[in-house]
């Protein structure tokens, strides 16, 4: 019988990583974007602090900066998100002794939800009050975290882990991926009180997994 494509395509788990590296260098880099210098009207000092110039300027120069606050926080939660879930995939990738083209795929879509991170941060800075934006926002945090859980799933069913990944590493993974998926779903819920709870929340549950302090709870996932 004739070789078939698609049982050697999309089987090299080093180019995926590769790959994976690169998107979420990118989408990374985007986010700061979003962060721009601002711009206030020209104030010409002509004499000393008190009697104006310099000192109105300063006081308007604060100013702006506070009305960036949504967009610094945005940035902030977001590229803590990527960190975590680069860490996660790459974490995956490691347990892998191959992929195939099924694999490669789930992970594409992982990399399409990380490729729209940029775009549903700058959305949640604009209208960070807005439950729509922060909706659209946790959508991407689900998308990823279902992408992962996708991953490790299909590649024990399909046997692609390596020998000495055992069932209690396998639950590690999903016990991490639906336990803080389930938090965020909490958090973004408490949005019916106030947005900036649920992105308050978010941080503190992304912090968490970052620095994972065995003191809390939570370190057990």
Known sequence: MPALYTRFSGGSIGRLAGLSDGVFAIAMTL???????P??????HQGPVWEGGALGAEQELWH?????????????MSFLTLGIFWVGQQTQLNQFERADRHL???HLAFLAAVSLMPFSTALLGEY???RLALAVYWLDLLLLGAMLLASITYGHRAGLLK???????????????????GLYAVAVALSVI???VSIVLIVLLQLNSAVAPRAWRL???
């Not at 711009?39 to 010409?44: C, D, F, N």
Request: proline share 2%.
């Open 64 to 76: 702006a900066l506070a009305l960036l606050a949504p967009k610094l926080l945005a940035y902030v």
């Open 104 to 106: 490669t795929w789930i």
């Open 31 to 37: 986010l700061v974007l979003e962060l721009h210098v």
């Open 128 to 130: 960070i009050e807005y």
């Open 194 to 196: 106030n947005t900036y």
């Open 39 to 44: 711009v206030m009207e020209a104030v010409h």
């Open 219 to 221: 370190s057990s996932f």
């Open 163 to 181: 020998a000495d990944v055992d069932r209690d590493t396998r639950l590690a993974h999903r016990r991490r991926i639906i336990g803080y998926q």
